[in-house]
């Protein structure tokens, strides 16, 4: 907070320039995956107490990846598992079905390297991350090997009651 109290016009304006750049990126990204994959309703289940949809993600023949992040699309196949009251996505499994290289051969991500990515419902369409786990063999610009799992939770998550009226004065009128 005082970093950002003194910033100049200048650097906020920077700041929020690359935030917004970033963004960008991360969005065509996300843009990708319904040209990437084929998506098939596989059933219906509870996942966490919730009604979900489960839906299977494998790659589209002939998908050409319109960004090098995307590139490892052709090469995963995943399932997704979407709540049926909001659709967002409460978790999804990932795995590589053969060797992607990312970025010129800067980065090999193995056969076999798995992720998954569970999320929490804690508001009203608000998702937030609660558990990521992979399993990865890597080789990163020709010269070294990383290989291993890592998990992470997340937990504890609270609504900030000073926000809950700023966020109920912004849904619609019934």
């Known amino acids: 907070i005082e970093q950002r109290s003194q910033e100049t016009p200048e650097e906020r304006a920077r700041r929020l320039a690359d935030w917004e750049k970033k963004r960008r990126r991360q969005r065509e990204f996300l843009d990708e995956v319904p040209a990437a994959f084929n998506f098939r309703l596989a059933g219906e289940t509870t996942y966490n107490g ?85 399993a990865a063999t890597l080789r990163i610009a020709l010269i070294k090997w990383i290989g291993g799992e890592w998990q992470y939770r997340y937990s504890d998550y609270r609504l900030d009651p000073y926000e809950a009226p700023v966020a109920a004065a912004r849904r619609a009128p019934e």
Do not use: N
């Not at 009604?51 to 995963?76: M, N, Q, W």
């Open 50 to 134: 919730r009604p979900c949809y489960v839906i299977h993600a494998e790659p589209r023949p002939g998908y050409k990846p319109g960004s090098l992040a995307a590139g490892f699309l052709r090469k995963t196949r995943g399932v997704l598992w979407i709540d049926k009251e909001d659709y967002g996505w409460a978790r999804l499994e990932a795995e590589a079905f053969d060797d992607v290289s990312l970025g010129l051969f800067l980065v090999r991500v193995h056969k076999g390297t798995r992720v998954l990515l569970e999320q929490t419902r804690i508001a009203e369409r608000m998702w937030l991350p609660s558990r990521t786990d992979a």
